[in-house]
T-cell receptor, first 114, second 115 residues
Framework: DGGITQSPKYLFRKEGQNVTLSCEQN?????MYWYRQDPGQGLRLIYY???????QKGDIAEGYSVSREKKESFPLTVTSAQKNPTAFYLC?????????????FGNGTRLTVT | AQSVTQPDIHITVSEGASLELRCNYS??????LFWYVQSPGQGLQLLLK??????LVQGIKGFEAEFKRSQSSFNLRKPSVHWSDAAEYFC?????????????FGTGTRLTIIP
C-alpha cells in the first residue's frame, strides 16, 4: 500500500543533542512538508519541498534543518538551537505543491527532549 | 492575513445524534477549504474539500460540509455519529492561487462520543 512512513514513532533525546526524524513516501508525490503540532495550536509549517534538491522555510523554521536528496525522502533535523523541541511532528506530501492537491499525512513522531 | 477559527475546543455528542462542527475563516478571495480528522497519536486524514462549484460537499465516512460565503463559514456535519467518529477535527484554509505552503489550520475540535 502506498503511504508515508515516519520513524520512529517515539523519540527521546537529551537537551543539546541534534536529532533526525525520518519521513519516507512511496506515493510518487513531488511535494513534501514538515509540520509541528502542539496542543491547542493546530499545525504549523516548518519546511516544505516542492521538488528534489529544493526546499523552503515555513513559518517556524528556526532551529530546524531538512534535506531533499531523493524524491521519496525528506528527513527533518531538530537542532540544539530549537528552544522548545518537544512536540508531535507530522510529515505530509502532495502530488504537487499547489493548493488544490490535498495533503497526505504520516502517523507522526512524538519527540521528547529533557 | 488568512485565518481559521474553530470556536469549539471540545464537543460531546451521544452516539446516533447529529453533529455540526463550526469553522469560520478569514480570507479576502475565494479560498480552498478542507476538513481533516485525526485519531489519537495518528496523522491527519482528509475528510472533504471545497474548491468551487456546489457549496455542499460530500466527504468520506458520511460527513458533509457547506460553504457559506456570506458567513465565511465551512461547517462540518454528520446526521448520525458513530463511536468511531471520536477524534480531533481540523479545518484548514488556503488561498486558491497559491500552494500548500499557504495552508492555515485551525486549532481543532475534539469530539467525544457517549453511548
Amino acid at each position: 500500500d502506498g503511504g508515508i512512513t515516519q520513524s520512529p514513532k517515539y523519540l527521546f533525546r537529551k537537551e543539546g543533542q541534534n536529532v533526525t526524524l525520518s519521513c519516507e513516501q512511496n506515493l510518487n508525490h513531488d511535494a513534501m512538508y514538515w509540520y509541528r503540532q502542539d496542543p491547542g495550536q493546530g499545525l504549523r509549517l516548518i519546511y516544505y519541498s516542492q521538488i528534489v534538491n529544493d526546499f523552503q522555510k515555513g513559518d517556524i523554521a528556526e532551529g530546524y534543518s531538512v534535506s531533499r536528496e531523493k524524491k521519496e525522502s525528506f528527513p527533518l533535523t531538530v537542532t540544539s538551537a530549537q528552544k522548545n523541541p518537544t512536540a508531535f511532528y507530522l510529515c505530509a506530501s502532495s502530488t504537487t505543491g499547489t493548493g488544490n492537491s490535498p495533503l497526505h499525512f504520516g502517523n507522526g513522531t512524538r519527540l521528547t527532549v529533557t | 492575513a488568512q485565518s481559521v477559527t474553530q470556536p469549539d475546543i471540545h464537543i460531546t455528542v451521544s452516539e446516533g445524534a447529529s453533529l455540526e462542527l463550526r469553522c469560520n475563516y478569514s480570507y479576502g478571495a475565494t479560498p480552498y477549504l478542507f476538513w481533516y480528522v485525526q485519531s489519537p497519536g495518528q496523522g491527519l486524514q482528509l475528510l472533504l474539500k471545497y474548491f468551487s462549484g456546489d457549496t455542499l460537499v460530500q466527504g468520506i465516512k458520511g460527513f458533509e460540509a457547506e460553504f457559506k460565503r456570506s458567513q465565511s463559514s465551512f461547517n462540518l456535519r454528520k446526521p448520525s455519529v458513530h463511536w468511531s467518529d471520536a477524534a480531533e477535527y481540523f479545518c484548514a484554509v488556503g488561498p486558491a492561487n497559491f500552494g500548500n505552503e499557504k495552508l492555515t489550520f485551525g486549532t481543532g475540535t475534539r469530539l467525544t462520543i457517549i453511548p
